[in-house]
């Protein structure tokens, strides 16, 4: 066994959150081999452009209308002999994908250490987020270095039987990308963004395609934000419509050519990022933005029954509205009208970091892999 990391990741979101310690790696000149999956092909390439990363393997798994039955055997497959040929002297997953799950017990089955990175979130509901939950539950059993983000998930592993000396509570990494990327004088190539007048106009980001609102949740979702735009005429809504056709219907039937929304296509993280930056108000089903928004100073409305970041909620960084049409309404309108409510919210510390996880995570492979 050498010793390198093997760095695995597939979705946009785990390169987001993987990219820091890809850095951090390359900055300290510390052996590693990035294998992607491309569990999602378009939005992962645009992250390893961004961050400027080149996989050493590429597996390419991504199919047309593929099922988890696909993704886990193709990279079950793929990527075992990789890890038989190289031998790294630890694995590191992130989050809670398919890739994370498959990799990791690839990684098992060839008794190579798994590091997991935002390790011990849950909500103990495995439908929900399905099939996150059960991904990430699965991924610790075959853990041997849990990064966990916050005290809370140190907290979840304990009570699972993870050994003490096997958790490290580091931040999440999510932040050190962020801290990375925006940049105040950034200007939108986006001619209806750049159209915007971000200063004097209210505006509302909406990101939402979570599979578990699929369906009448998510109509719920676009109505209630169809309603904050008719009712406000100082609001503007931006809506990146994510490319799921049971997302896209729902959306152009109840949003599309309604004065002031603007519905455009997926964003790449950078532009992202700076859209949250100018943004008023967020109204999200995504785990990571409930992580970034605070840091930039934007209150966050958690369009899910359940979440997996509790803490945000606690902080006071965000309120898990679910996808009820009158309680998202209220809760938006609150924070659009009353000064006071939106500076609180605005002003609370982010619970997620600092900033700087990326480095205490190598501090620890280089520990334990040396």
Known sequence: MSNTIAVVFGTRPEAIKMAPVVKELERRGVGHSVIVTAQHRGMLDQMLEVFAIKPAHDLNVMLHNQDLFHVTTAVLNQIKP????????????????????AASLAAFYLKIPVG?????????????????EINRQLTTRLTDLHFTPTEWGKRNLLAEGVNPSAIFTTGNTVID???????????????????????????????????????????EIFRAC?????????????YPVHPNPNVQSSAKEILAGVPRVHLIEPMDYRPFVQLMNKSTLILTDSGGVQEEAPSLGKPVLVLRNTTERPEAIEAGTGILVGTDRVRI??????LLTDSAAYADMSTRINPYGDGKAAGRIVDVLLKHIS
């Open 82 to 101: 990789i890890l038989a040929a190289e031998r790294p002297g630890a694995l590191l997953v992130q989050g809670d994908t398919t890739t994370t799950f």
């Open 116 to 132: 997991h990175v935002e390790a011990g979130l849950r909500t103990w509901n495995k439908y929900d987020p399905f099939p996150e």
């Open 177 to 219: 990308a962020l801290l990375m990327t925006v940049d105040p004088a950034y200007v939108f190539a986006d001619p209806i963004l750049k159209s915007i007048d971000f200063q004097k106009r209210k505006v509302i980001l909406l990101t939402s395609h979570r599979r578990e609102n699929f369906g009448e949740p998510m109509r």
């Open 226 to 238: 169809r309603e904050l735009v008719e009712s406000h005429p100082d609001v503007e809504l931006v």
């Open 329 to 334: 309404v209220k809760e938006a309108t609150r």
